[in-house]
């Protein structure tokens, strides 16, 4: 597997294993008011990030270059802010880190967007 899958597959279990336990905390708490920023931790950290890692294990040649890299920082970014953005807007904190986090987040995707287009040729073998 190559480094860039790697990255993105390690940490998206770490990201899985704190939304898990943010969810086990919910649970026994009962308060499921920030279950918003819970789903978005594991949606955006966990299976987001998993699918990319999938791609460049698939891909390899696509994970060549400064485009990979500029995707996997703007997307660790996004991932790392959408959770506790997401509860700080909940919990009345302000919005900013949200924002910055659904920017990172959306930037990510278009990344991986043109780097699926640009490497085609290489998903049709
Ligand atoms: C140990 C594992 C997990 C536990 C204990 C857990 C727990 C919870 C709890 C207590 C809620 C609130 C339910 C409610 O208020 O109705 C919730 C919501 C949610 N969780 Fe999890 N969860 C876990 C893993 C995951 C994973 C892996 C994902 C996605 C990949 C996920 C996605 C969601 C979504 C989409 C919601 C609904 C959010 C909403 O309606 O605002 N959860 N979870």
Redesign the pocket.
């Known amino acids: 597997m190559n480094n860039l899958a790697f990255r993105f597959l390690f940490l998206a279990s770490l990201f899985?294993l704190v939304?898990?336990?943010w969810?086990?905390q919910?649970?026994i708490s009962t308060d499921?008011s920030l279950?918003?920023a819970?789903?978005h931790n594991?949606?955006i950290g966990?299976?987001t990030m998993s699918i990319y890692g999938f791609f460049y294990a698939v891909a390899p040649s696509a994970a060549k270059g400064t485009l990979a890299q500029a995707h996997f920082w703007v997307a660790l970014l996004g991932a790392l802010l959408i959770g506790p953005g997401i509860a700080m807007a909940i919990t009345g904190q302000g919005e900013i880190v949200a924002i910055i986090a659904s920017f990172a987040t959306i930037i990510g995707m278009a990344l991986f967007s043109a780097i699926v287009f640009i490497n085609r040729a290489a998903l049709a073998r």
Request: proline share 0%.
């Open positions: 899985a939304g898990m336990a969810g086990i919910m649970s499921h279950s918003g819970h789903a594991n949606l966990f299976v």
